[in-house]
Structures are given as structure tokens and as C-alpha cells.
């Protein structure tokens, strides 16, 4: 007779492991997305300023950072099946929490569990993908895995629009306690890493791992992964979070905002699964560069569109390039690192990374109550973006189809 253990450790096929690991990539994704629509609501319905609507996204990027570092290197002790389930669970509770709040205090604190639990999960799924997946295939799926963020980002879009003018934020937060349940359903189907579960009883310190992290071995990729996760989590969370408010503050109703930034979320997919075409073919390095750079010329349009058709088009190209560039990125970065320091090595890279998501809605936030417009605060990130494809281009090292060690 199988016993339940043994069931466990059998492979999974690829299609089942990313569907699995996908689905709690879309959770993700879907509370970023619907906390970028309440912070718009929040501004009206509390009244807040700029800079407090700023510190909501940067205590987020705070749990973040924490959740990255942490939940990485205790997935290299303890597993990534694991620590995707505890992060799951986190993140869903304390955003189905969060809707029962009537200050921004409280908020704010279940924010930062929320971003704790997001900020763990993301890294371990990815490392989780990526040594269960032969290298022919892994740098595809794992930026497949990557376009579930889209799909969570249309169901928050499409949830923002239809439930909070009608029914308000408190709804919408409500939905993503959601996950919650199906977190007990990944304890029970998803397997380990069989590259983790090979080494298991190889158990090394903690501090063992973050010095061999920084080795002279591995110290370049390292600089490159830090540099490029701070500039592009910088950005992205300076530029998304804002952006249905920055259609509020260019003069759409609020309504109308959820509607074009919906339309500008379905250009996502596509550059996804583009990035997903070429990544096997060009390279990871070509496709990083080429999408940043994409990024960087978007979000400089972006910031200077002054009709309703360069906003959308130009947005349009922001999220096709952005997300495109992600998913390199999420495939790139474990292939850094040995098993034994994998998840470990892209936790310090994402908690690092996490900085910058912390200071880029501070930075909105304050340069917008400074007086600054927003065609000088998108001119900085896509300034930010340029320097994340420079480290690419002259720090990293291409690994498409090499074999994990």
C-alpha cells in the first residue's frame, strides 16, 4: 500500500506543477493588484494624503523584504513545499483580515504580514519550479509560471471594477482570504523538490549559506541579482501601485481609471508568454536586457502622454515589457546558485530587491506632495530600469538550458 508520504515524493508533470504553483502565483498577484485599486478607494473613502497612500504600498515592500529573506533561507533548511504553503496561508489571512479594519494603523500592520507571506512565497515557488523541471524546459515554464501574475492582476482588475464602486473595498479585500483553502490542497498534492529532497540531510547553517552567498565564487552573480531586483522592484512598484491613482490625478474618474488600467493589465499576457517564446531561444540575458530597456522607453512615454490614447498605449507597452521582463527574471535568478544555497541565494536577491519597493511609492508619494509632476518621477524610474539592464548586460552570465547543480 502507498502511504500518503511516499505519494508525495513521486514526480509531478509539468503541466500539474505549474498549474499548482501557478494558482498561488495568481493569488499573489491578485491581492498586489486589488491593494493598487484600494489604495485609490482608500484615498477617497478615508481621505488620505499622498504619503500615507504612498506608506500603504512601502509597508507592503517592508513585509516583503522581511518575508524574502527569511522564508529563503528556511526553505533551504526545511523545504520549498513547505514554506510555499506557510506563505500562502499567511498572506491570505491577513489580507481577508485586513477588510475588517477602520484605521490606517491597523492597516497598515496587516499589511505587512500580508507582504511577508507574498514575499516569501514568490522566490520559493520560483526555486520550487526550477529544480523540478528538466533545463531544456525550465527557463519556459518558469516564466509561464510568471504570467499567472497576469491573470491575477485581470481577476483584481476585473474584481476592482465591478465590487468596490459597487460594493465597496471591504468586499474585494474579503475575496482574497480565498486562498486560505487552497493551501491545505497544495499540502496534500504538491511533492518537494527533488533536488531539495536529494539533499535534505545535507544540513547547513544559516550563516554558512549567506557567506557562501557572498563567496568570491558566486559574488558576481550576487552583485548583478542586487542590483537588478532593487531597480526593477523599484520601479514596478512605484509605477503599478500608482497607477490607477495617476489616471485619478490626471483627471479620470475613478471608475473610468480601473477600466483603462484593465485594459493596459491585458497586455501582460502577451508579454509573458513572449518572453516564454524567446527565453529558450535568445537567451535569458537577451530577453532581461531587451524587455528592460522596452520598460524603461515605456515608462518614459507613459509619464509624458497627454492625450486618453498615449496613456492606454503607452501603459499597454509598460505592462507587456514590464511583466515580460519579470519573467526572466524570476527564471534567471535560481539558476545562480547550487541547490544547497538556491532558495537562500534568490530570497537575499528578492529581500534586497524589496528595498526598493519600499522607497519607490515613498518616493510618489512625497515628490507628488512636493509639487513634482509625473512626467519627472516616471523619467526616474525609467532611469532606474536602464541601470537593472546595464548590470545585466555586463555582470551576468547567459544559463539557457544549463544544468542546475
Not at 531539495?196 to 549567506?210: E, G, M, P, Y
Request: aromatic letters at 14%.
Amino acid at each position: 500500500m502507498t502511504t500518503a508520504t511516499e505519494k508525495n515524493t513521486k514526480p509531478i508533470s509539468q503541466r500539474k506543477l505549474l498549474g499548482v504553483a501557478g494558482l498561488g502565483w495568481l493569488f499573489d498577484a491578485m491581492d498586489v493588484g486589488i491593494l493598487a485599486f484600494v489604495i485609490a478607494a482608500l484615498h477617497e473613502d478615508w481621505g488620505l494624503t499622498s504619503q500615507q497612500m504612498g506608506w500603504i504600498g512601502s509597508v507592503n515592500s517592508i513585509g516583503m523584504a522581511v518575508g524574502a529573506f527569511v522564508f529563503g533561507i528556511y526553505a533551504d533548511r526545511v523545504g520549498r513545499k513547505k514554506i510555499f504553503i506557510i506563505t500562502l496561508l499567511l498572506f491570505s489571512l491577513a489580507s481577508g483580515i485586513s477588510a475588517f479594519t477602520t484605521t490606517l494603523a491597523a492597516f497598515l500592520i496587516l499589511r505587512f504580514f500580508v507582504g511577508m507571506g507574498l514575499g516569501g512565497e514568490l522566490p520559493v515557488a520560483s526555486t520550487l519550479v526550477s529544480e523540478s523541471v528538466p533545463a531544456k524546459d525550465r527557463g519556459r515554464v518558469v516564466v509561464l509560471l510568471e504570467s499567472f501574475w497576469a491573470a491575477g492582476w485581470l481577476v483584481a482588475a476585473i474584481i476592482s471594477y465591478f465590487i468596490i464602486p459597487e460594493y465597496g473595498w471591504r468586499i474585494a479585500l474579503l475575496l482574497t482570504a480565498l486562498p486560505a483553502f487552497y493551501a491545505l490542497y497544495l499540502r496534500i498534492n504538491l511533492p518537494d523538490s527533488p533536488q531539495f529532497t536529494a539533499k535534505k540531510d545535507v544540513l547547513r547553517s544559516v550563516s554558512t549559506n549567506i557567506r557562501e552567498v557572498w563567496s568570491k565564487t558566486y559574488r558576481r552573480p550576487t552583485i548583478m541579482l542586487w542590483i537588478v531586483w532593487f531597480t526593477v522592484v523599484f520601479s514596478y512598484y512605484g509605477m503599478f501601485l500608482w497607477l490607477p491613482s495617476v489616471m485619478v490625478m490626471k483627471g479620470f474618474p475613478l471608475i473610468q481609471s480601473f477600466q483603462y488600467v484593465l485594459i493596459m493589465t491585458l497586455a501582460q499576457l502577451p508579454g509573458y508568454f513572449s518572453a516564454a517564446w524567446l527565453i529558450e531561444r535568445a537567451g535569458r540575458k537577451f530577453v532581461l536586457v531587451t524587455y528592460l530597456i522596452g520598460t524603461a522607453a515605456s515608462a518614459l512615454a507613459f509619464g509624458n502622454a497627454d492625450t486618453v490614447t498615449a496613456l492606454v498605449v503607452s501603459g499597454a507597452f509598460l505592462s507587456f515589457f514590464n511583466l515580460g521582463a519579470w519573467g526572466a527574471l524570476y527564471a534567471y535568478s535560481p539558476e545562480q546558485y547550487p541547490t544547497v544555497i538556491r532558495a537562500t541565494g534568490t530570497g537575499m536577491a528578492a529581500s534586497f530587491g524589496r528595498i526598493g519597493g519600499i522607497l519607490g511609492p515613498l518616493l510618489v508619494g512625497s515628490m507628488l506632495t512636493a509639487g513634482f509632476g509625473i512626467n519627472v518621477i516616471f523619467a526616474i524610474f525609467c532611469v532606474s530600469i536602464l541601470i537593472g539592464a546595464m548590470a545585466v548586460a555586463f555582470l551576468g552570465t547567459e544559463t539557457k538550458q544549463m544544468e542546475l547543480e
